[in-house]
């Protein structure tokens, strides 16, 4: 069995539910969701999502974490804790630019460049307003950069040229339609 097919296993059975409860809740077929349990087949996203949110455990444990009962009377929180914890990295990498905590929801970005590391210092100390400024200027300027070398990649072609080409092609499409008479 798979992590995940044991993982839906445990989380159905901490919920109390059968396997039927929980195929009508996720709204699919029972013989699928026994499938799912069973590691025979493999679950959409969609139905991963909703079954992360029934156990309260982030998406990316639920996929790569053996989960215990007991770890489930503990939910995963969206926050990181108040005071110094231990925490333990469960998923992603340095290369990815992500980690994934054991007990939180989501994952958090994290840069060993030193760049990346003074432009996220700077943007953590902006006030919401201009975090959000700054967010949609870049983007714009990604967008409009990006889209500036997909034109000048681009080559003119001349018109003529293009009317030609365009006229062969209606040539070949209409010796292909087949001649149908119609008798009336």
Not at 45 to 60: M, P, Q, T, Y
Not at 103 to 128: A, C, T, W, Y
Not at 161 to 167: G, I
């Amino acid at each position: 069995m798979t992590t995940l097919a044991e993982n839906l296993k445990t989380i159905r059975k901490n919920l109390h539910c059968t396997q039927m409860a929980i195929s009508k809740v996720l709204d699919i077929g029972f013989r699928t969701y026994v499938r799912y349990e069973a590691g025979e087949r493999d679950a959409p996203v969609s139905v991963l999502v909703k079954f992360a949110k029934l156990g309260n455990i982030s998406l990316d444990r639920l996929l790569t974490t053996q989960i215990t009962p007991e770890e489930l009377k503990i939910p995963d929180v969206d926050d990181l804790p108040a005071t110094p914890a231990r925490l333990e990295a469960i998923g992603g990498s340095l290369e990815e630019g992500r980690l994934v905590f054991k007990g939180l929801k989501g994952d958090f970005l994290v840069s060993s460049q030193p760049g990346e590391k003074n432009l996220i210092g700077l943007f953590r100390r902006m006030d919401r307003g201009t975090q959000e400024k700054t967010i949609v200027d870049a983007e714009w300027t990604l967008k409009n950069s990006l889209h500036g070398r997909n034109k000048a990649a681009k080559k003119k072609v001349p018109k003529k040229a293009l009317k030609a080409k365009n006229a062969a092609k209606l040539k070949k499409l209409v010796k292909s339609i087949k001649k149908i008479t119609l008798k009336g």
